[in-house]
């Protein structure tokens, strides 16, 4: 069984992509805060990870940027969801070494359809490397 790790402060949407993602059957971790998600991560080595980016936090990408700084696990797909809705987010997300930028609210087959092509196919991070 797959496995993805759920990172996000808004319970709703934490509980609702959860509920159905646990559905369409992956295991799933979840937390509500980033430095909790980088120890389960390293913890349980999910095959993805998906991650709120914070409105209120300075580098947005800290996340991101620590996951991929950590060896044993620096390969796990990662995908960002915002509500940031500019290009220029999803442009400067996608270069500092996410995968995906899916734009809030989105549907859940949608995310469901991104998360199974993340898996799928890996990280694009490991594809610069190769």
Same mark, same amino acid.
């Given at each position: 069984?797959?496995?993805?790790? *759920?990172?996000?402060?808004?319970?709703?949407?934490?509980?609702? +992509?959860?509920?159905?993602?646990?559905?369409?059957?992956?295991?799933?971790? !979840?937390?509500? %805060?980033?430095?909790?998600?980088? /120890?389960?991560?390293?913890? #349980? @080595? =999910?095959? +993805?990870?998906? $991650?709120?980016?914070?409105? !209120? /936090?300075? %580098?947005?990408?800290?996340?991101? &940027? *620590? +996951?991929? !700084?950590?060896?044993?696990?620096?390969?796990? =797909?990662?995908?960002?969801?915002?509500?940031?809705?500019?290009?220029? %987010? @999803?442009?400067?997300?996608? *270069?500092?070494?996410?995968?995906?930028?899916?734009?809030?609210? #989105?549907?859940?087959?949608?995310? +469901?359809?991104?998360?199974?092509? $993340?898996?799928?196919?890996? !990280? @694009?991070? &490991?594809?610069?490397?190769?």
């Amino acid at each position: 069984m797959k496995s993805i790790l *759920l990172i996000e402060d808004n319970t709703d949407i934490l509980e609702n +992509l959860k509920e159905y993602l646990e559905l369409e059957g992956y295991h799933i971790f !979840s937390t509500n %805060n980033g430095t909790s998600g980088i /120890e389960l991560a390293m913890e #349980f @080595k =999910p095959d +993805l990870i998906i $991650c709120d980016m914070p409105r !209120s /936090e300075f %580098n947005r990408h800290w996340v991101l &940027q *620590l +996951l991929i !700084s950590i060896s044993a696990i620096s390969s796990i =797909p990662f995908i960002f969801s915002s509500t940031f809705s500019e290009l220029i %987010n @999803k442009r400067e997300a996608l *270069l500092f070494g996410a995968d995906e930028y899916i734009i809030k609210p #989105f549907e859940l087959e949608t995310m +469901l359809l991104i998360a199974k092509a $993340c898996i799928q196919s890996g !990280s @694009k991070r &490991q594809r610069w490397v190769a």
